[in-house]
């Protein structure tokens, strides 16, 4: 698939940044990509991408505050389902937080 400036995409070597848009390419093949609260620059090989939302969001991902236990991307039905039985087909998508995200984030008890 070809890259394009407003794809949704994530570093597949650093996904704790989360899902983000390509916001420009560089001349040495590199793409920058946006997230919430920063700007990275990637080799175009580490790039997973696509004009929809759902196809890169995983199971144990959050979406909309629930986790998510299963993914659907066949269409015209592509959905997530979530651990607490809530379905979500990607217009319905608020908010995303990849399981990495979370890790990272995660206060630990005793840490």
Same mark, same amino acid.
């Given at each position: 698939?070809?890259?394009?400036?407003?794809?949704?995409?994530?570093?597949? @070597? /650093?996904?704790?940044?989360?899902?983000?848009?390509?916001?420009?390419?560089?001349?040495?093949?590199?793409?920058?990509? !946006?997230? !919430?609260?920063?700007?990275?620059?990637?080799?175009?090989?580490?790039?997973?991408?696509?004009?929809?939302? @759902?196809?890169?969001?995983?199971?144990?991902?959050?979406?909309?505050?629930?986790?998510?236990?299963?993914? /659907?991307?066949?269409?015209?039905?592509?959905?997530?389902?979530?651990?607490?039985?809530?379905?979500?087909?990607? /217009?319905?998508?608020? @908010?995303?937080?990849?399981?990495?995200?979370? !890790? /990272?984030?995660?206060?630990?008890?005793?840490?």
């Amino acid at each position: 698939m070809k890259l394009e400036v407003g794809m949704y995409c994530y570093n597949k @070597t /650093n996904r704790k940044l989360g899902i983000g848009k390509i916001i420009s390419f560089q001349s040495n093949n590199n793409v920058n990509i !946006k997230y !919430k609260n920063d700007i990275e620059l990637v080799n175009i090989g580490n790039i997973i991408a696509s004009h929809n939302i @759902t196809d890169l969001i995983e199971v144990g991902d959050y979406v909309n505050g629930c986790r998510v236990i299963k993914v /659907n991307l066949e269409p015209p039905l592509k959905y997530v389902k979530c651990i607490n039985d809530n379905c979500f087909k990607e /217009n319905e998508i608020e @908010t995303i937080l990849t399981k990495e995200q979370f !890790k /990272n984030n995660c206060y630990k008890i005793g840490d």
